[in-house]
Nanobody
Framework: QVMLVESGGGPVQAGGSLRLTCAVS???????MAWFRQTPGKEREGVAY???????KYRDSVSGRFTISQDNGKKTLYLQMSSLKPEDTAMYYC?????????????????WGQGTQVTVLA
């Protein structure tokens, strides 16, 4: 059983930074890991993705501001967020799947954390 637990969310002023952390437990030898976000009434959207061997991709609206990374043991996934904007306000989720990151919809991921709220204040 794989468990994902996010932390690091909270309120932040626009222009500020936050680092989200996702602790991975259990035996996971899958493919793509990612960060998604969701606001009330909207679908969950992918923000940043990391392939098993390190290749990354980002949603256009966060490219250049957000960085996804993981520790060498692949037991922790990070999302460094900088130059935050009010429109980045959302619940952020860590996700892990068995496919490569070309399959990047929420339905393609098998494991999810409980989410951590990020609120960017104008």
């Amino acid at each position: 059983q794989v468990m994902l637990v996010e932390s690091g969310g909270g309120p932040v002023q626009a222009g500020g930074s936050l680092r989200l952390t996702c602790a991975v437990s259990g035996t996971y030898r899958g493919g793509c890991m990612a960060w998604f976000r969701q606001t009330p009434g909207k679908e969950r959207e992918g923000v940043a993705y990391m392939e098993r061997y390190g290749t990354t991709k980002y949603r256009d609206s966060v490219s250049g501001r957000f960085t996804i990374s993981q520790d060498n043991g692949k037991k922790t996934l990070y999302l460094q967020m900088s130059s935050l904007k009010p429109e980045d306000t959302a619940m952020y989720y860590c996700a892990a799947g068995f496919w490569d990151c070309n399959r990047d919809l929420s339905a393609d991921f098998s494991y999810w954390g409980q989410g951590t709220q990020v609120t960017v204040l104008a």
